[in-house]
């Protein structure tokens, strides 16, 4: 299910054609470039308008507001992220465990780790507009897709697939979150991805059901 922005930060007309689609690509990329230059506090349309090579009233065409931007680049951002997740899930469906929770963490960690810098801009973002319904709709897309991925998986079983699923899910967006708010070197931050990957299929291979406890199909007749 996608959320439905609140009337106040809506734009005001979506782009179509290709010239449009490169105006707003072109706007969304300055936004990002200047809350990294100057900080989610001095960002203003104008200075975002300035840095994308376009008029103010260009801007004022799809945007009316600061917060309407913000939102729709959060909007964009937690988009490519749950789209992400979804295809490698997609991908991974029949897979071994192991394989499945490996894709998983992947993907989401790319996804999120592609602009290191930009992810980080937009975690500062969240407090000056309340993207919480964008946000719920992310998770959400996430947690289908991962549920209906493992319960796939041909070599594991659980008890309470949704309990699985949702502390899988939250021990990966909380190291994941860590990693990218704190300081810390590229090179500590490839180890520790190894580490949550490690993390991550031990977790599933404990919560899965004993090889001879799992239901067996009984054919038909």
Do not use: W
């Not at 106040?8 to 010239?19: E, F, G, I, V, Y």
């Not at 939102?71 to 465990?97: D, F, K, M, Q, T």
């Not at 041909?154 to 899910?169: G, I, T």
């Not at 090179?187 to 406890?213: H, I």
Request: glycine share 4%.
């Amino acid at each position: 299910m996608t959320s439905v922005p609140p009337q106040h930060l809506r734009a005001r007309k979506s782009p179509r054609q290709a010239r449009a689609l490169a105006t707003v690509e072109a706007i969304f990329e300055a936004t990002i470039q200047v809350l990294l230059s100057d900080g989610p506090t001095r960002l203003t349309t104008t200075r975002v308008a300035a840095r994308a090579g376009v008029s103010v009233g260009t801007m004022y065409q799809y945007y009316p507001h600061k917060e309407a931007l913000l939102y729709a680049v959060i909007g964009r951002y937690l988009n490519a992220i749950a789209e992400a997740v979804e295809n490698a899930c997609l991908a991974s469906h029949g897979a071994p465990l192991t394989e499945m929770s490996d894709a998983l963490v992947k993907a989401y960690c790319d996804a999120k780790t592609l602009k290191r810098n930009a992810t980080r801009a937009l975690y500062l973002v969240a407090v000056e507009v309340n993207t919480s319904a964008l946000t719920e709709d992310c998770i959400q897309r996430i947690e289908a897709a991962a549920a209906a991925m493992f319960k796939s998986a041909p070599d594991a079983e659980f008890d309470d697939l949704a309990l699985v699923n949702h502390s899988f899910l939250n021990m990966l967006f909380g190291t994941v979150r860590s990693l990218l708010t704190r300081e810390i070197s590229p090179a500590m931050a490839n180890r520790l991805g190894d580490e949550l990957a490690l993390m991550c299929r031990a977790y599933l291979d404990a919560a899965k059901r004993p090889a001879g406890s799992r239901r067996t199909e009984i054919p038909a007749i």
